[in-house]
Each structure stands twice: as C-alpha cells, then as structure tokens.
C-alpha cells in the first residue's frame, strides 16, 4: 500500500517538473522588493545638532531590521536642511528617481527629508516623476541624539510602505507618526510636535500598524505618470513668489516680488482667498503685464472657490483649490513651463 502511494507522488512530482512547475515547499525563498534610499539631509539625519549628520548609508545601517521588509541601499543627493532646498535639488532628485526606477535597479524609493519644506518636495515630486512604483517622503521631527527620537520609526515605515504592493500607482507617499498621507493632502501643522504632519481637508490615505502599511483610500487627482509635466530637460524652474495678507497690508511686497522678476504670484489670502482693495489694483496690473496670479489662502484648511470671494473672470486671477499657499507655487511653477495663459493653468489647478 504504502509503496503504491510513494509511487503515486514519484508520478505526480515527475508530472509537474515536465510542466514546468515545482511543488510548494521546492521553490525558493521569493526574492525581496528592492528599495532605494536617497538621502537629502534634515533632522532624521542628525545626531546632536544640526551640524552633526548622518550620510544616508549611515542612516539606513543605524536602523534595526531594515532589511526584514526589502533589500535596502542609499545614496545622498544632498546633505541641507530643509529649509535650504532648492529647485535645483529637487529637479536632480527627480531625474534620480525616474532613472533608478525606469532602469528597474529599483522597485521603489525612499527620500528622506527635513520635515520643513517636506511638503513642498513631495507635491512637487507627486506631479514629475513619470513612474508607477511607490515613492515616498519621509522626515522626523526629532534627531537620533533625543530622548524618544522618531528617525528610525518612520524610516522602517517608509521602506517597509515603498515595499508593500498596495503602494504601487498611489503617488508620491509621505509618512511621519505612522500615517499615510497623499503627497497633494498633507501639510506640516505643528512646529515640534511628533504628530505635525496631517492632511486638514480629506484625512490620511491609510496607518501603519507593526510596521505594516493599511491602505483605506486612494487619491483621485492625477498624479506621477499621469500629469502633462516633464522635467527631464529642464534646468531651472520659473520664479514664482507667494505674497501674504494681514490687517492694513499694501501693494508694496507684491510689487517688488514682480519687480524682482516673478513670472507668477501665489497671493496668501485671508479667508476665502480675499484680496483687500488696497492690493487689487496691483492685481490687476501685475496680470495685464503677464504675470499670472493665484488666489490662496493662509487658513490651514478650506477650498478658494472661483468666483466666489472674487470675481476672477474679470480679475484674471487662478484660485488654488485646496492647495495651500507653498503648494500652490509648486503647482504654478510647473504650470509656467507649459503656458502662461490663466484660463489654461486654471484647469491645471482644478485637476491637480
């Protein structure tokens, strides 16, 4: 009995190596998601102070079981704090990006970032880069050097998100605190504290639990891919200016933005987008010189609606939606590499 089913299994094993196949439990071990770390500098590379930093080597070495998700490796593209970004830093991160990811050297990537202008990296990042494979965005509010530093946390987060399927055409990705939010959506609201990072309007796309990322939504704004906007040739972007409103606030700073050479403006309003009186005429003169203006708002949250608090029709203003004032420049300057024509970059807002 006993040898006529051994010799049944002999059968079938033989049957299924003819095929092609191999049992279960002969397969290997499935190879791990390979994911690339491209480090800028910020506070998650710090160790005592802002002049004591880690290389991005150091960084992914110094985090227990980073490899337990993916097969991790890391290059600098830069070593600044945040707030020293510039465009040429993210036009060279860009084309790293879609590089590593079109060559197929990498399945995903993470960038590692100072959490100031986090935002503005990642929005822009979420609109150029012409892949479908996860990138996220990630920073810490503290340095390795602090009591309960968040560095490594939201580091293995990030690989272990950039390795998980689920990730793959959701856009550029930011994660702090063991959210997961849309590049488009999130904002920094808090200057020190763990939980800064939030999306005011729509909530996260999803949280991470034991290092495992739980998807429950998905944006519905195009994004990587999916927008008109290329960057593989361009050396420098278009100077865009943001101008914000307060009590009593004049024409002048708008003036001298546009004196200083601004192609466009991102005027910070209160409220809805308002534009005092004292301002408008400026307005108007500024966009009869081409200079093309969009009205945003400096409250952390809300739409500015077209023609709601203005009549921009007759104004020749652009509103930003939802995008916040840093995000609306984003938006814009990519927008003046294509057109300079408000009806034309309006579209571009209510679709990005």
Do not use: C
């Amino acid at each position: 009995m006993l040898g006529r089913i051994g010799a049944t299994i002999a059968t079938t094993l033989s049957a299924v190596m003819a095929l092609g196949g191999a049992p279960a439990s002969a397969a290997g071990p499935q190879a791990k998601p390979r994911i690339l770390v491209l480090a800028t500098g910020g506070t998650i590379a710090q160790t005592t102070g802002k002049d004591s930093v880690l290389s991005g080597s150091a960084l992914v070495a110094a985090v227990p079981g980073l490899d337990a998700a993916a097969d991790v490796s890391a290059e600098q593209v830069a070593q600044v704090s945040s707030p020293d970004i510039t465009a040429e830093v993210w036009l060279r991160l860009a084309r790293r990006i879609d590089e590593v990811l079109a060559s197929g050297a990498a399945d995903g990537v993470v960038v590692t970032h100072g959490t100031d202008t986090l935002e503005e990296t990642a929005y822009f990042l979420d609109l150029v880069v012409k892949s479908d494979k996860p990138v996220v965005v990630v920073g810490s509010m503290r340095g390795s050097g602090s009591v309960s530093a968040d560095g490594p946390a939201n580091l293995a987060n990030a690989v272990a998100i950039a390795a998980d399927p689920a990730a793959k055409g959701a856009g550029v990705l930011v994660t702090l605190n063991d959210g997961i939010y849309a590049a488009r959506d999130v904002t920094k609201t808090n200057t020190t504290g763990l939980d800064a990072f939030k999306a005011p309007d729509v909530g996260p796309l999803g949280i991470m639990q034991g290092r495992k990322p739980h998807f429950y939504r998905t944006t519905t704004r195009p994004h990587t891919a999916a927008t008109e906007f290329d960057v593989s040739t361009l050396r420098a972007l278009p100077r865009v200016a943001i101008v914000y409103s307060y009590v009593d606030v004049g024409p002048a700073l708008l003036n001298a933005a546009i004196g200083d050479g601004a192609k466009g403006i991102v005027y910070a309003g209160t409220g809805n987008g308002s534009i005092p009186k004292a301002v408008q005429p400026a307005v108007e003169a500024g966009v009869g010189k081409g200079v093309v203006v969009v009205r945003s708002s400096r409250v952390n949250g809300g739409l500015v609606e077209r023609n709601g608090e203005h009549d921009d029709d007759a104004l020749g203003t652009v509103t930003s939606d939802t995008l916040n004032p840093q995000k609306a420049r984003v938006l814009l300057m990519l927008a003046l590499t294509k057109t300079s024509d408000a009806k034309q970059i309006q579209q571009m807002f209510s679709r990005y």
